[in-house]
């Protein structure tokens, strides 16, 4: 079964700050590969995805993700976070050929100081 | 129009009661799925279905009965609430049944359900 790993729990930035959230998922196959954001008391809003190509993906608001196969690593990041940007990220996969269910990691809370 | 909607978005009611909640989606997929948030908000797959068949369940209790009237509704019904059950649920939907290339999930705006 497939695991995903984020080993940031709790993060706190000054504003300006670049951000970089690690995840590493765990899984023999290939997988699409997704961040989510959830604001305080919001639902869950999709950041970016990668299915293929470009290992290098750009999302909203700003931020970036980088595919790097022989590290099972998807991390995100941005140049210069703002206060607006304090929330729960989630990283998550979506194996491809079995059936689909989105595995989650446990989340990272970002909390971005003025 | 929302891609998918899960109505009440906020739901408080007392331990023992029956509650469920709806949930909608006018993408036209075939595959839907329940997750459940918990305090620690931890995200978990309850439940999907293909084409009003169930297809995942992940030991969750027999209290939680998932409903699909049709491909476009995946209601969950919960029995005998507990305090425990207190979560944000999140109906999701798919255009694949299986992982394939451009797979990805579509997510209501959650339930906030607290028993007290």
């Known amino acids: 079964a497939q695991s995903v790993s984020q080993h940031n729990h709790h993060v706190i930035l000054s504003e300006a700050a670049s951000l970089e959230l690690g995840c590493n998922y765990s899984y023999g196959g290939t997988v699409n590969l997704f961040w989510y954001v959830q604001y305080p008391g919001q639902h869950l809003q999709l950041l970016l995805k990668?299915?293929?190509?470009?290992?290098l993906v750009k999302g909203i608001k700003g931020f970036e993700a980088e595919f790097i196969k022989s590290k099972f690593s998807f991390n995100l990041r941005k140049p210069s976070v703002q206060w607006s940007d304090t929330a729960e990220y989630f990283c998550?996969?979506?194996?491809?050929?079995?059936?689909?269910?989105?595995?989650f990691g446990t989340g990272t809370k970002l909390q971005v100081i003025p | 129009d929302t891609a998918v909607s899960q109505t009440p978005k906020y739901l408080v009611t007392q331990m023992g009661n029956d509650k469920s909640i709806k949930c909608e989606q006018n993408l036209g997929h075939d595959t839907m799925y329940w997750y459940k948030q918990d305090s620690k908000k931890f995200l978990k797959i309850m439940f999907s279905?293909?084409?009003?068949?169930?297809?995942i369940n992940e030991t969750v209790p027999n209290r939680f009965s998932p409903k699909s009237p049709d491909k476009a509704h995946l209601n969950l019904h919960i029995n005998s609430l507990e305090l425990g059950d207190s979560a944000v649920y999140f109906c999701a939907s798919s255009q694949e049944l299986r992982g394939a290339e451009n797979t990805e999930a579509f997510f209501g705006q959650g339930t906030r359900l607290t028993v007290v």
């Open positions: 990668y299915f293929s190509g470009d290992p």
């Open positions: 279905y293909n084409n009003k068949e169930l297809i």
């Open positions: 998550a996969v979506i194996p491809r050929g079995g059936y689909q269910k989105v595995t």
